[in-house]
C-alpha cells in the first residue's frame, strides 16, 4: 500500500534465506528502491527528513526496504544469517518480489555499498544513486567495520563528542540491535577498483563536503565509468538531513527522459 502521508505502513518479503525483511513505498510511478544507511532504518533516512515525500511528489514510486538486523526487518542472532554480501542478496530479493525490471537504485552509507555491491554482480537499473559513501570505503571495508565494531562492543567507554560517542547516542535513539548489528559486519565485501571501473550504469556520487568518513567521493565519481559529484552541506550525519540531497537525487534522475536508453 502507498501512502501520501507520514510513515508508510511496512510491507514484508521472504529473503532467499527465508529471513523475513520490511519495506515501505511512498508515491506512485516510476520505481525507485532507495537503501538506508548501517544503524539506520528505512523512517528515519527516507521519510523523516522528506526526501522521499520530495520524490513521489514528482512521480516517483519510493520503495524503502530496512535491511535485515535494522528497523521493521527480522533481526537473527545466529552468524549463519549474515554471509558475505548478504545484503546484495536481499536486495536482489526484493527487486524480484516486486516484479520490476525498470527502475532506478540507491543509497546512503551502508545503502550506497550495498548499491554498489548490487550493480557489481549484475543490478540493472537505468540510474544509480552512491551517496554518502567514498573510494576508500568500497575498496577497504575494514577500516569502517573496525570503527563500528568498537562502537558496538565498548559501550559507554567514548568520550562525549567523539565520532564513537555520536555513533553509540544515534544507535541508541533508533533501539538498534547491538548482536545482530555486529553480524551485519562480516557481511562486507570489498568492491575493486577494477570492478568499480567496469559499472557502466550513469550514477551520481553525493556526499557532504565535510564527510571524510569512507574516503573521497570526487575520487569514487571519477572512477565510475559514468560517474558524476556533487557536494552538499554537512558532514556523515548531518548531510543525510539536509533538503539539498533529496534535491540532488531528483535532479539527477530527472536529466534523462524516463523514456530514454542512457547511452553507455
Known amino acids: 500500500m502507498n501512502s501520501s502521508q507520514g510513515d508508510p505502513a511496512a510491507q514484508y518479503f521472504s529473503a532467499h534465506d527465508g529471513v523475513l525483511l520490511a519495506?515501505?513505498?511512498?508515491?506512485?510511478?516510476?520505481?525507485?528502491i532507495l537503501i538506508h544507511g548501517y544503524f539506520s532504518t528505512a523512517t528515519v533516512n527516507w521519510i523523516r527528513y522528506g526526501h522521499a515525500?520530495?520524490?513521489?511528489?514528482?512521480?516517483?514510486?519510493?520503495?524503502?526496504?530496512?535491511?535485515?538486523?535494522?528497523?521493521?526487518?527480522?533481526?537473527?542472532?545466529?552468524?549463519?544469517?549474515?554471509?558475505?554480501?548478504?545484503?546484495?542478496?536481499?536486495?536482489?530479493?526484493?527487486?524480484a518480489h516486486l516484479g520490476i525490471t525498470d527502475y532506478d537504485l540507491g543509497g546512503y552509507s551502508l545503502g550506497a555499498?550495498?548499491?554498489?555491491?548490487?550493480?557489481?554482480?549484475?543490478?540493472?537499473?537505468?540510474?544509480?544513486?552512491?551517496?554518502?559513501?567514498?573510494?576508500?570505503?568500497?575498496?577497504?571495508?575494514?577500516?569502517?567495520?573496525?570503527?563500528?565494531?568498537?562502537?558496538?562492543?565498548r559501550p559507554g567507554t567514548f568520550q562525549r563528542g567523539s565520532l564513537?560517542?555520536?555513533?553509540?547516542?544515534?544507535?541508541?535513539?533508533?533501539?538498534?540491535?547491538?548482536?545482530?548489528?555486529?553480524h551485519v559486519l562480516d557481511t562486507f565485501v570489498d568492491t575493486s577498483a577494477a570492478e568499480l571501473a567496469r559499472i557502466g550504469v550513469p550514477s551520481l556520487v553525493v556526499a557532504?563536503?565535510?564527510?571524510?568518513?569512507?574516503?573521497?567521493?570526487?575520487?569514487?565519481?571519477?572512477?565510475?565509468?559514468?560517474?558524476?559529484?556533487?557536494?552538499?552541506?554537512?558532514?556523515?550525519?548531518?548531510?543525510?538531513?539536509?533538503?539539498e540531497l533529496g534535491r540532488a537525487f531528483l535532479e539527477f534522475l530527472q536529466s534523462m527522459p524516463t523514456g530514454a536508453s542512457p547511452d553507455y
Request: a neutral charge; proline letters at 6%.
Open 164 to 182: 564513537e560517542w555520536m555513533a553509540e547516542a544515534f544507535l541508541q535513539t533508533v533501539k538498534g540491535d547491538p548482536i545482530a548489528l555486529l
Open 208 to 243: 557532504g563536503t565535510e564527510d571524510n568518513d569512507n574516503g573521497s567521493a570526487e575520487e569514487l565519481a571519477g572512477l565510475l565509468l559514468h560517474g558524476s559529484y556533487v557536494g552538499i552541506p554537512g558532514n556523515h550525519m548531518s548531510a543525510v538531513t539536509r533538503p
Open 53 to 95: 515525500a520530495t520524490l513521489a511528489a514528482r512521480g516517483y514510486r519510493v520503495i524503502m526496504p530496512d535491511l535485515r538486523a535494522h528497523g521493521d526487518s527480522a533481526k537473527p542472532h545466529d552468524a549463519a544469517s549474515y554471509p558475505p554480501d548478504v545484503l546484495a542478496d536481499d536486495g536482489f530479493a526484493l527487486i
Open 23 to 32: 519495506y515501505r513505498e511512498l508515491g506512485a510511478g516510476r520505481p525507485l
Open 113 to 153: 555499498r550495498t548499491t554498489i555491491r548490487m550493480l557489481s554482480r549484475g543490478a540493472a537499473p537505468r540510474r544509480a544513486i552512491v551517496a554518502g559513501m567514498g573510494l576508500q570505503g568500497l575498496t577497504h571495508t575494514g577500516a569502517r567495520s573496525a570503527f563500528f565494531r568498537r562502537v558496538l562492543t
